[in-house]
């Protein structure tokens, strides 16, 4: 049948799609699923590549890559997933084009102790940046981690994050606020290791 109620499928949670599009191959399940993340994916690809044009244009390559790779591969965590398929995108396509990508705030919270990269080093050097934050993230107590992600990675506002977590938006803004003051401590000890 070519028509499809629309409105029942969006009902169902991520996991329920994947296994829908597994069982019946129909591309519809994943039409929905990355319809959900398509403002994730863009806004991704909008904050490295810093065009609108290319940004549509490597969404469309995402979208393509999720359909294969879903042909291919065992994918449960979509949203971490796209992420990171995103992030790698934007590398990729900045190192081809020669271009050097810059990150003036990192998941716009403001690290003074992460290392000075000017605009003439190479993106690999900028990748380890980002590994680097992305494993002292980790490092975070959960309630601090949970706030830091979802705000800064997901971009939703305090009251989001409170709806999400169940905390209330001073336990919001206060693990924000020392998650923040960690990922420092924690960066500023990935340097002090680093020069020794």
Known sequence: MFFFNRKNIKKLDDHELIEKYR???????????????????????????????????????????????FEEKEIDNINAWLYVVTRNYCFTYLRTKGRALKRENEYEVEIKSAPEVDDSEDIEVKEKQLTKLEQAIEKLKSEQKQCIVLFYIKQYCYKEVSEQTGFSMNEVKSHIQNGKRNLKMILSQYNEFATR
């Open 23 to 69: 069982q019946s191959g129909s591309s519809k399940y994943l039409e929905v699923l990355f319809e959900r993340y398509f403002h994730l994916v863009f806004g991704v690809c909008l904050k490295y590549l810093k065009n609108e044009y290319e940004s549509n244009e490597a969404v469309l390559a995402i979208y393509e890559r999720l359909l294969k790779d």
